[in-house]
């Protein structure tokens, strides 16, 4: 196997406390290697976009531990950990959350504007932009880069989040329930898209999903039930 992008031990989590208390995550364990695309399916309220919270370092386990890119979560800061997620993670989530005002080459660009603001990327506007343009080809929708979200149909803009994910070269991508919103087509050619990644990339993908046909798709399938990992 290759080296370890994510490894989860023992991971609980819980919401509330006394009588009304609700154990969404209970024990958790499982490694996500780089170049690997995990699908986990389960019904909702099974505790798996809880679990891809906290592997987007943006939650904290009750207890467990928790290695991301080899840095244990436990050991890092809330600034640590936005560096982190930054530099290493994307996210693809159910809703491609595009802004409607910006072109789709915009929105792709946005993640990489951001880093060189906050002083995480040194690299020019100009290669971000080439970058951005080229992930639109391989996504097959280059044609679409001046375009506006709202003149895109949902499989196309879902496509244009990928690139999003993708464009400050992450070696994690976390994605819930990303083709919830398409048909059978759309929805297949992005788990398509993630599979490709995972292996161009040597990316660790780690997705989300109830769609069980789709999962196929995946190099390994998880199954969560009940906060548990079957």
Known sequence: MADPAIVVQGVSKTYGRGPSAVSVLRGVDFTVASGEFVAILGPSGSGKSTLLNLLGLMDHPDTGDLTVR??????????ERAKLRCAHIGFVFQFDSLLPEFTILENVLMPARLAAVNGLSAEPLASAEARAAALLESLGIGALRDRFPSQTSGGERQRAAIARALINKPSVILADEPTGNLDRANGDRVFADFRRVAREQDA??????HDEPAAA?????????DGKLA
């Not at 979560?73 to 600034?79: F, S, T, Y």
């Not at 660790?204 to 999903?209: G, I, Q, S």
Request: glycine share 4%.
């Open 217 to 225: 798709a995946a190099d390994r399938l998880l199954r969560m039930a």
């Open 70 to 79: 080899g840095r244990r979560a436990a050991d890092l800061d809330e600034l």
């Open 204 to 209: 660790a993908v780690v997705l989300v999903t």
